[in-house]
């Protein structure tokens, strides 16, 4: 399920950096931290509008800061918050 996430997170955040990141390794993906990516505050933002886009979700206000530094960490979050029943 993790690798499923990060793979449309993927999708996602190339539509707001305008360049595609390569989904043939999940895990590396993963790693990625959005400074890496170049992200600042309002990229972040901009991020998490297509996060809920694509997984057709509302993000919590309560989302814990940690969740925002990677690509990884926000996989667990939402895996964590939105999909652990599924």
């Avoid at 997170?9 to 993963?30: D, F, H, Q």
């Amino acid at each position: 399920m993790r690798d499923q996430i990060i793979s449309r997170l993927a999708k996602a955040i190339s539509g707001v950096i305008r360049r595609e990141l390569a989904v043939t390794e999940p895990s590396a993906l993963g790693e990625l931290s959005f400074d890496q990516l170049g992200l600042d505050s309002i990229a972040v933002l901009s991020v998490l509008v297509a996060v809920e886009d694509e997984f057709n979700i509302e993000l919590s206000d309560e989302t814990p800061p940690e969740a925002l530094r990677s690509i990884g960490k926000l996989a667990d979050h939402l895996e964590h918050a939105y999909f652990h029943a599924a």
